[in-house]
Nanobody, 125 residues
Framework: VQLQASGGGLVQTGGSLRVSCAAS????????MGWFRQAPGKEREFVGS????????VYADSVKGRFTIFRDNFKNTVNLQMDFLKPEDTAVYYC???????????????????WGQGTQVTVSS
């Protein structure tokens, strides 16, 4: 599967932004999808993940209650809705796909087979 992220940009503290990821291929509905982010000088970190049918999701504590992941398996897209943004949310955001199924491993970058190119999100204070 090929992944193409879009929708990043500049937003003020407290604002909202949605980043999207479009996937190619006919088996999108079989993948667990994840979002990760990487700030300058830091390691890539887990943001959240959604299972293959969209019925279950999990989030990092740092974004819980502010970010929401949802997917459309007919359109082959997964979206990350970000509300109440903070300057510390500034990073390049990556979507990723895994065939490893749903389990505790989904929070690790090594569990994902496919990655999008990333989209920059900048939150100004």
């Amino acid at each position: 599967v090929q992944l193409q992220a879009s929708g990043g940009g500049l937003v003020q503290t407290g604002g909202s932004l949605r980043v999207s990821c479009a996937a190619s291929g006919r088996t999108f509905s079989e993948y667990v999808m994840g979002w990760f982010r990487q700030a300058p000088g830091k390691e890539r970190e887990f943001v959240g993940s959604i299972n293959s049918n969209g019925g279950n999701s999990v989030y990092a504590d740092s974004v819980k209650g502010r970010f929401t992941i949802f997917r459309d398996n007919f359109k082959n897209t997964v979206n990350l809705q970000m509300d109440f943004l903070k300057p510390e949310d500034t990073a390049v955001y990556y979507c990723a796909a895994t065939t490893a199924g749903w389990g505790p491993w989904i929070i690790t970058t090594s569990s994902y087979n496919y990655w999008g190119q990333g989209t920059q999100v900048t939150v100004s204070s």
